[in-house]
């Protein structure tokens, strides 16, 4: 492999990495490696980044659990409990329809209800327009609708990419055993359920959730972090998020986000470093956050951006407003008003001021949250086979 040239010129580049399929036991920091330097043939620079998409890393690890290890679990946090309340789930066959359907078939429970929220759930998916809910009367903040009431006022949703009414296919999934709810204000769920046990799915809201139902009378309440958060017979686990970001896999398994991420990241720093001389960042990402134009979708079913960064990823970009430094300083020359762009970016990267008029425009949002959604949208999400991600000029 070559060491690079760091050059001004050109701008950011993004460039999907083939790597073989890769299966549990498999050396994932030695793949990455062997795969982004035979492919970047202009060769490492010092402040490239690498960015290696969750999935991969929690196959290499083995980090799956299957519909028994989820059924124990719930037994085992639920000890006792015949009826669960079901809290804010996404509307996703691969994020959640499998986790229900393990959820629902515990032996120990006789009834589970699933309080959906509308017009949307938390990412975007729909259930009804907004149109639709302004002529309908109902009061989303307030109402709580059963099933029929909500067919009756509302219709029977329709996903706007799969077709399929989620109500009916939750409703499925149970086996007999679901009551669907559809209910944005958690704090009467106790009331209308008479139950004591909650099971919180919200993703970003989770907190917000649970203080409403704790202080409106619920007995015990946990979320899916708390489900499969240890080992179960050999099953994978994850410490930090549970069940929050898992995917459907083959055989009534699920797939969990990886663990040791951090241990990781720093893994594959210190051995280019060790090899090359050269000092790259490195992170796993999951969902970015890209929104669907057509659907409304946010791309946020992970619990987190990126379950692990090096440090050079920490913080916030320190840009410039381009065009309206050239604006201010029109009849300028060209060369004139790229020497003043430099300038106030040596000035902006040395505060930590965000008001100010240069920077106008530039959301602080973090790296780490910005080169994940890069990163997604690179990788895809079909078969590009591509799950790292080599990302140049960006620092």
Excluded at 113 to 142: C, F, H, K, W
Excluded at 181 to 210: G, M
């Amino acid at each position: 492999m070559m060491i690079g040239e760091k050059t001004k010129k050109g701008g950011v580049i993004s460039q999907g990495i083939r790597t073989p399929v890769i299966q549990q036991g498999d050396d994932l920091k030695e793949i990455v490696i062997s795969s982004v330097t035979d492919s970047v043939k202009s060769g490492l620079n010092n402040g490239d980044i690498i960015a290696v998409t969750e999935a991969v890393v929690a196959i290499s690890q083995g980090n799956f659990v299957t519909h028994q290890n989820i059924s124990d679990d719930i037994a085992n946090k639920f000890v006792g409990a015949k009826e669960l309340v079901i809290v804010d789930p996404i509307q996703s066959r691969n994020r959640f329809l499998d986790a229900l359907k393990a959820i629902a078939g515990t032996p120990t429970l006789e009834k589970v209800y699933i309080a959906m929220t509308y017009p949307t759930d938390e990412v975007g998916n729909r259930l009804v327009s907004d149109m639709t809910m302004m002529e309908s009367g109902i009061n989303p903040y307030q109402d709580v609708l059963t099933v029929e009431e909500f067919y009756s006022k509302l219709g029977k949703p329709k996903h706007p990419f799969t077709g399929l009414n989620y109500i009916e296919e939750y409703i499925k999934a149970c086996q007999g055993k679901a009551e669907v709810i559809l209910c944005n204000n958690f704090s009467r769920l106790p009331a209308v359920t008479k139950c004591e046990d909650y099971l919180v799915c919200s993703i970003h809201r989770r907190k917000e959730t649970r203080k409403a139902l704790e202080t409106s009378g619920a007995k015990r309440v946990l979320d899916l972090s708390q489900i499969m958060d240890k080992q179960i017979n050999g099953s994978g686990y994850n410490e930090e998020f549970g069940l929050y970001g898992s995917n459907l896999m083959s055989g009534n398994r699920l797939k969990l986000m990886p663990r040791n991420c951090q241990d990781f990241v720093e893994g594959i720093q210190a051995e280019i470093k060790k090899t090359y001389g050269i000092t790259v960042e490195v992170m796993v990402y999951g969902d970015g956050a890209f929104k669907d134009p057509v659907g409304g979708i946010w791309e946020l079913a992970d619990p987190t951006t990126t379950p692990g960064a090096t440090s050079g990823l920490r913080g916030t970009p320190k840009e410039v407003k381009l065009k309206y430094i050239a604006s201010a300083h029109e009849g300028k020359t060209a060369e004139e008003i790229e020497a003043i762009v430099a300038k106030e970016s040596a000035k902006r990267k040395s505060t930590e001021d965000i008001t100010g008029e240069t920077s106008l425009g530039t959301t602080p949002r973090r790296i780490t949250d910005l080169l994940a959604s890069l990163s997604d949208l690179t990788t895809g999400s079909g078969d590009r086979q591509t799950p790292v991600v080599y990302i140049k000029n960006y620092l």
